[in-house]
Protein backbone atom coordinates (compact mmCIF):
# COMPACT_ATOMS: atom_id res chain seq x y z
CA UNK A 1 0.00 0.00 0.00
CA UNK A 2 1.16 3.47 -0.72
CA UNK A 3 2.19 5.70 1.95
CA UNK A 4 -0.02 8.49 0.14
CA UNK A 5 -2.74 6.57 0.57
CA UNK A 6 -1.62 5.57 4.63
CA UNK A 7 -1.30 9.48 5.01
CA UNK A 8 -4.69 10.29 3.86
CA UNK A 9 -5.81 8.00 6.31
CA UNK A 10 -4.02 9.05 9.42
CA UNK A 11 -2.77 12.74 8.68
CA UNK A 12 -7.88 4.83 11.46
CA UNK A 13 -23.77 -9.34 13.49
CA UNK A 14 -26.91 -8.12 14.49
CA UNK A 15 -29.98 -8.74 13.24
CA UNK A 16 -29.84 -6.44 9.83
CA UNK A 17 -32.55 -5.50 7.70
CA UNK A 18 -34.41 -8.22 4.99
CA UNK A 19 -32.50 -7.12 2.33
CA UNK A 20 -29.65 -8.43 2.02
CA UNK A 21 -27.90 -6.30 -0.84
CA UNK A 22 -28.94 -3.55 -2.54
CA UNK A 23 -27.64 -2.55 -5.56
CA UNK A 24 -27.61 1.41 -6.59
CA UNK A 25 -29.07 1.93 -10.07
CA UNK A 26 -25.85 2.87 -12.07
CA UNK A 27 -23.88 2.83 -8.41
CA UNK A 28 -22.04 0.89 -6.10
CA UNK A 29 -23.52 -2.39 -4.76
CA UNK A 30 -23.78 -2.24 -1.02
CA UNK A 31 -24.45 -5.58 1.49
CA UNK A 32 -26.65 -4.89 4.30
CA UNK A 33 -25.52 -7.93 5.53
CA UNK A 34 -22.39 -8.70 6.68
CA UNK A 35 -21.61 -12.53 6.84
CA UNK A 36 -23.12 -12.39 3.02
CA UNK A 37 -20.58 -9.27 2.14
CA UNK A 38 -18.16 -11.64 3.85
CA UNK A 39 -19.11 -14.26 1.74
CA UNK A 40 -19.05 -12.50 -1.44
CA UNK A 41 -15.63 -11.02 -0.20
CA UNK A 42 -14.33 -14.64 0.62
CA UNK A 43 -14.92 -16.03 -2.83
CA UNK A 44 -13.34 -13.27 -4.80
CA UNK A 45 -10.16 -12.73 -2.21
CA UNK A 46 -11.32 -9.25 -1.64
CA UNK A 47 -10.89 -6.49 0.56
CA UNK A 48 -14.71 -4.97 2.14
CA UNK A 49 -15.24 -1.48 3.29
CA UNK A 50 -17.71 -1.32 5.64
CA UNK A 51 -18.98 1.98 5.94
CA UNK A 52 -21.45 2.93 9.39
CA UNK A 53 -23.76 5.06 9.15
CA UNK A 54 -27.28 6.69 10.26
CA UNK A 55 -30.17 8.95 9.23
CA UNK A 56 -29.26 11.68 11.22
CA UNK A 57 -25.84 11.90 10.02
CA UNK A 58 -25.47 14.80 8.27
CA UNK A 59 -22.00 13.95 7.05
CA UNK A 60 -23.12 10.58 5.74
CA UNK A 61 -25.70 12.18 3.75
CA UNK A 62 -22.96 14.54 2.16
CA UNK A 63 -20.91 11.25 1.14
CA UNK A 64 -24.22 9.59 -0.39
CA UNK A 65 -24.31 13.24 -2.39
CA UNK A 66 -21.01 13.69 -3.37
CA UNK A 67 -18.85 10.61 -2.80
CA UNK A 68 -20.48 7.50 -3.93
CA UNK A 69 -21.78 9.10 -7.02
CA UNK A 70 -18.30 9.43 -8.03
CA UNK A 71 -17.77 7.25 -11.31
CA UNK A 72 -14.22 7.14 -10.25
CA UNK A 73 -15.25 5.72 -6.54
CA UNK A 74 -18.05 3.42 -8.37
CA UNK A 75 -15.14 2.11 -10.39
CA UNK A 76 -13.03 1.57 -7.44
CA UNK A 77 -15.35 -0.28 -6.07
CA UNK A 78 -16.85 -2.38 -9.29
CA UNK A 79 -12.83 -3.53 -9.52
CA UNK A 80 -11.32 -3.98 -6.19
CA UNK A 81 -13.97 -3.90 -3.13
CA UNK A 82 -17.02 -5.63 -1.75
CA UNK A 83 -18.87 -2.51 -0.38
CA UNK A 84 -20.99 -2.97 2.86
CA UNK A 85 -23.23 -0.43 5.18
CA UNK A 86 -24.22 -1.12 7.78
CA UNK A 87 -27.24 1.35 9.92
CA UNK A 88 -25.19 2.14 13.39
CA UNK A 89 -29.03 2.48 14.91
CA UNK A 90 -30.10 -0.86 13.87
CA UNK A 91 -27.33 -2.94 14.13
CA UNK A 92 -25.20 -1.81 17.50
CA UNK A 93 -23.79 -5.41 17.98
CA UNK A 94 -21.85 -4.75 15.09
CA UNK A 95 -21.42 -0.83 16.20
CA UNK A 96 -19.81 -2.36 19.62
CA UNK A 97 -17.85 -5.52 17.67
CA UNK A 98 -15.80 -2.42 15.86
CA UNK A 99 -15.47 0.25 18.03
CA UNK A 100 -17.79 2.89 16.21
CA UNK A 101 -17.58 6.29 18.22
CA UNK A 102 -18.59 8.16 15.81
CA UNK A 103 -20.00 8.50 12.47
CA UNK A 104 -19.54 7.83 9.39
CA UNK A 105 -16.71 5.59 10.12
CA UNK A 106 -15.14 3.45 7.25
CA UNK A 107 -13.22 0.56 7.48
CA UNK A 108 -11.35 -0.96 5.20
CA UNK A 109 -10.85 -5.28 6.43
CA UNK A 110 -9.86 -8.05 4.63
CA UNK A 111 -12.02 -10.90 3.36
CA UNK A 112 -13.08 -12.14 6.83
CA UNK A 113 -14.19 -8.99 7.99
CA UNK A 114 -10.72 -8.37 10.24
CA UNK A 115 -9.79 -4.37 10.12
CA UNK A 116 -7.19 -3.30 8.18
CA UNK A 117 -7.77 0.47 8.10
CA UNK A 118 -10.54 2.75 9.85
CA UNK A 119 -11.34 6.24 9.39
CA UNK A 120 -13.56 8.40 10.77
CA UNK A 121 -15.28 11.12 9.36
CA UNK A 122 -16.29 12.45 5.93
CA UNK A 123 -13.56 11.26 3.03
CA UNK A 124 -13.35 12.59 -0.34
CA UNK A 125 -14.11 11.02 -3.52
CA UNK A 126 -10.42 11.78 -4.59
CA UNK A 127 -9.32 10.31 -0.85
CA UNK A 128 -11.37 7.17 -1.44
CA UNK A 129 -10.44 6.14 -4.77
CA UNK A 130 -7.06 6.57 -3.96
CA UNK A 131 -7.22 3.70 -0.73
CA UNK A 132 -9.30 1.57 -2.70
CA UNK A 133 -6.90 2.08 -5.28
CA UNK A 134 -4.05 1.00 -3.22
CA UNK A 135 -5.43 -2.07 -1.42
CA UNK A 136 -2.93 -5.11 -1.94
CA UNK A 137 -3.78 -8.04 -2.74
CA UNK A 138 -4.85 -10.25 0.71
CA UNK A 139 -3.92 -13.22 -0.05
CA UNK A 140 -1.77 -14.14 2.52
CA UNK A 141 -3.41 -12.18 5.07
CA UNK A 142 -6.31 -13.81 4.71
CA UNK A 143 -4.44 -17.33 5.35
CA UNK A 144 -2.69 -15.86 8.34
CA UNK A 145 -5.79 -14.46 9.61
CA UNK A 146 -7.65 -18.23 8.98
CA UNK A 147 -4.73 -19.60 10.86
CA UNK A 148 -5.37 -17.04 14.22
CA UNK A 149 -9.47 -17.68 14.20
CA UNK A 150 -8.26 -21.35 15.05
CA UNK A 151 -5.88 -19.88 17.20
CA UNK A 152 -5.79 -16.00 18.20
CA UNK A 153 -2.37 -16.85 20.41
CA UNK A 154 -0.20 -18.59 17.67
CA UNK A 155 2.90 -16.78 17.75
CA UNK A 156 4.17 -17.90 14.49
CA UNK A 157 0.81 -16.42 12.63
CA UNK A 158 0.98 -13.40 15.04
CA UNK A 159 4.28 -12.81 13.60
CA UNK A 160 3.82 -12.96 10.59
CA UNK A 161 0.56 -11.49 10.19
CA UNK A 162 2.28 -8.56 12.05
CA UNK A 163 5.30 -8.42 8.90
CA UNK A 164 2.99 -8.68 6.48
CA UNK A 165 1.11 -5.84 7.20
CA UNK A 166 3.90 -4.06 7.75
CA UNK A 167 5.48 -4.73 4.53
CA UNK A 168 2.23 -3.62 3.01
CA UNK A 169 2.37 -0.15 4.72
CA UNK A 170 -0.69 -0.97 7.48
CA UNK A 171 1.23 0.24 10.37
CA UNK A 172 -1.34 0.74 12.87
CA UNK A 173 -2.47 -2.66 12.16
CA UNK A 174 0.76 -4.21 12.20
CA UNK A 175 1.59 -2.89 15.66
CA UNK A 176 -1.04 -4.18 17.40
CA UNK A 177 0.15 -8.14 15.94
CA UNK A 178 3.26 -7.43 16.91
CA UNK A 179 1.95 -6.38 20.65
CA UNK A 180 -0.16 -9.59 20.78
CA UNK A 181 2.70 -11.74 19.21
CA UNK A 182 5.33 -10.03 22.47
CA UNK A 183 2.94 -11.40 25.06
CA UNK A 184 2.92 -14.88 24.44
CA UNK A 185 5.38 -17.38 26.39
CA UNK A 186 7.34 -17.74 23.07
CA UNK A 187 8.32 -14.25 22.94
CA UNK A 188 8.87 -14.29 26.40
CA UNK A 189 11.47 -16.78 25.53
CA UNK A 190 13.56 -15.24 23.06
CA UNK A 191 14.32 -11.85 23.84
CA UNK A 192 15.86 -11.39 20.31
CA UNK A 193 12.61 -12.27 18.69
CA UNK A 194 10.79 -9.51 21.01
CA UNK A 195 13.28 -6.76 20.36
CA UNK A 196 13.09 -7.14 16.69
CA UNK A 197 9.71 -7.23 17.00
CA UNK A 198 9.38 -4.16 19.29
CA UNK A 199 11.84 -2.29 17.41
CA UNK A 200 9.41 -2.72 14.09
CA UNK A 201 6.60 -1.73 16.22
CA UNK A 202 8.38 1.56 17.29
CA UNK A 203 9.60 2.52 13.35
CA UNK A 204 5.86 1.83 12.44
CA UNK A 205 4.77 4.63 14.98
CA UNK A 206 7.42 7.04 13.57
CA UNK A 207 6.18 6.09 10.49
CA UNK A 208 2.63 6.93 11.67
CA UNK A 209 3.77 10.59 12.95
CA UNK A 210 2.48 8.84 16.46
CA UNK A 211 5.18 10.62 18.58
CA UNK A 212 4.31 9.72 22.01
CA UNK A 213 3.69 5.92 21.00
CA UNK A 214 6.67 5.66 19.47
CA UNK A 215 8.62 7.30 22.59
CA UNK A 216 6.77 4.66 25.16
CA UNK A 217 8.05 1.26 22.56
CA UNK A 218 12.15 3.23 22.40
CA UNK A 219 11.54 3.69 26.48
CA UNK A 220 10.55 0.17 26.84
CA UNK A 221 13.34 -1.30 24.64
CA UNK A 222 15.87 0.45 26.38
CA UNK A 223 14.92 -0.48 29.42
CA UNK A 224 14.49 -4.05 29.09
CA UNK A 225 17.66 -4.38 26.50
CA UNK A 226 19.87 -1.77 28.48
CA UNK A 227 23.05 -3.72 26.21
CA UNK A 228 21.52 -4.24 22.65
CA UNK A 229 23.98 -3.48 19.82
CA UNK A 230 21.34 -1.32 18.95
CA UNK A 231 20.89 0.95 21.28
CA UNK A 232 22.31 3.72 19.47
CA UNK A 233 19.24 3.25 17.08
CA UNK A 234 16.85 2.87 19.66
CA UNK A 235 18.36 6.43 21.24
CA UNK A 236 18.14 7.70 18.01
CA UNK A 237 14.50 6.95 17.17
CA UNK A 238 13.38 7.97 20.65
CA UNK A 239 14.47 11.23 20.01
CA UNK A 240 12.47 11.49 17.08
CA UNK A 241 9.37 10.17 18.71
CA UNK A 242 10.05 13.32 21.09
CA UNK A 243 10.51 15.63 18.39
CA UNK A 244 7.15 14.16 17.03
CA UNK A 245 5.41 14.54 19.74
CA UNK A 246 6.43 18.78 19.87
CA UNK A 247 8.34 17.88 23.14
CA UNK A 248 11.64 19.74 22.00
CA UNK A 249 13.47 19.89 25.11
CA UNK A 250 13.88 16.45 25.56
CA UNK A 251 14.85 15.75 22.22
CA UNK A 252 17.23 18.23 22.45
CA UNK A 253 18.19 16.71 25.71
CA UNK A 254 18.30 13.26 24.55
CA UNK A 255 20.34 14.49 21.05
CA UNK A 256 23.35 15.80 23.47
CA UNK A 257 23.20 13.07 25.86
CA UNK A 258 23.86 10.34 22.44
CA UNK A 259 26.63 13.32 21.40
CA UNK A 260 28.71 12.95 24.57
CA UNK A 261 28.20 9.00 25.25
CA UNK A 262 29.18 8.17 21.43
CA UNK A 263 31.26 10.64 20.24
CA UNK A 264 33.06 8.83 17.61
CA UNK A 265 30.28 6.77 16.91
CA UNK A 266 28.02 7.38 13.29
CA UNK A 267 24.87 8.03 15.97
CA UNK A 268 26.73 11.10 17.21
CA UNK A 269 27.29 12.55 14.19
CA UNK A 270 23.77 11.98 12.94
CA UNK A 271 22.64 13.25 16.28
CA UNK A 272 24.29 16.71 15.59
CA UNK A 273 22.81 16.34 12.45
CA UNK A 274 19.58 16.33 14.10
CA UNK A 275 20.14 18.63 16.84
CA UNK A 276 21.34 21.26 14.47
CA UNK A 277 18.21 20.88 12.27
CA UNK A 278 15.85 21.72 15.25
CA UNK A 279 18.14 24.52 16.79
Known amino acids: ?58 ACKVMDKDVYPEPAVISAFERKIIGVRIHFDIQQELARKYDVQALPYLIFTNSHGTPLLAYRGLMQAADLTKVIDAMPPLTE ?24 LRAMGFFLTSSQYYERAIKTSEARKNPAKRETMMLAMGTNYLELQAGEEAVSIFDRMLKEFPKSENRTSMLLAQAQGYHLSGNEGKTRQLLKSIIAEYPNNDAARTAKELLGEIE
Open 141 to 164: INRLDQALQKNKNHFESLEAMANQ
Open 1 to 58: MTRLALAILFLLISRTPAIAAVAQEGGIQWYNDLKQATAAAQRSNLPMFIDFWADWCA
